[in-house]
């Protein structure tokens, strides 16, 4: 088992639309969450972090954190072109190691 | 402030010889990461530094890649001899995070990274 699965898409969505990307991990100690985004050719960069159960919102981002579950997931409302990208899930373990996923592609067409 | 600072940008290498990556972080963070970033994939953890000791580098082919973190600063990283799978790009990034302490917003940092092809 894959210490973070996230599905590699790619995820099409129209403009205007909410994306929905998922994430699940395996170390249940895990403490804290996050989303970075990645654009073609270039350096990860953070969107959001969680680390309590519940939603989180920063503008047209919500990050969800469901740890009985061992789940997290990103919504991208009213998706715009400039949203297409790569999204990487990160884990920060118990033992403190920074894991990530594989990524999820996402391609918001307008 | 200034981000993490990596060099070189890009390395063309052939098969079996060595190279060298260098990793200056963000002052003053104590955790300095290592990834490998093969296209199309996720990046992998190949060690995390925090200060000049290792947490974990259990990913790290040690019979060929090595990495040293000299006075909890800047760090190289190593392959000898390179492989063609060793070709991809190769991030540092640099955090606040302490492990064992609960950090909130502990979010790493990433230099540009460099693109290693092996020929």
């Known amino acids: 088992q894959k210490e973070v699965e996230q599905n590699s898409g790619p995820l099409s969505v129209p403009e205007g639309a909410i994306a929905s990307l998922n994430c699940t991990y395996s170390?249940?100690?895990?403490?804290?969450f996050f989303w970075y985004r990645q654009y073609s050719g270039k350096s990860p960069e953070l969107i959001m972090f969680?680390?309590?159960?519940g939603d989180k919102e920063d503008g047209r981002f919500t990050a969800q954190l469901n740890k009985a579950s061992q789940y997290v997931s990103l919504l991208i409302r009213d998706s715009q072109p400039s949203d297409s990208a790569t999204y990487l899930c990160a884990v920060d373990s118990n033992t403190g190691k920074l894991i990530f996923g594989q990524g999820t592609t996402l391609q918001v067409k307008p | 402030e200034a981000g993490v600072a990596q060099s070189p940008r890009y390395k063309i290498i052939e098969k079996r010889q060595s190279v060298a990556f260098w990793c200056n972080p963000i002052s003053g963070h104590a955790t300095l990461y290592w990834y490998q970033q093969i296209l199309g994939q996720g990046p992998k953890l190949l060690i995390q530094f925090q200060n000049n000791g290792v947490v974990d580098d259990s990913q790290l082919p040690k019979d060929r890649f090595s990495a040293e973190r000299l006075k909890g600063v800047d760090s190289t990283l190593k392959i000898q001899p390179a492989k063609l799978e060793d070709s991809a790009v190769y991030l540092c990034?640099?955090?606040?995070?302490?492990?064992?302490?609960?950090?909130?917003?502990?979010?790493?940092?990433f230099g540009q990274g460099t693109r290693l092809t092996v020929v």
């Open positions: 969680i680390y309590s159960n």
């Open positions: 170390d249940r100690g895990s403490q804290s």
């Open positions: 990034a640099s955090s606040l995070r302490v492990p064992g302490l609960l950090e909130k917003n502990t979010e790493a940092f």
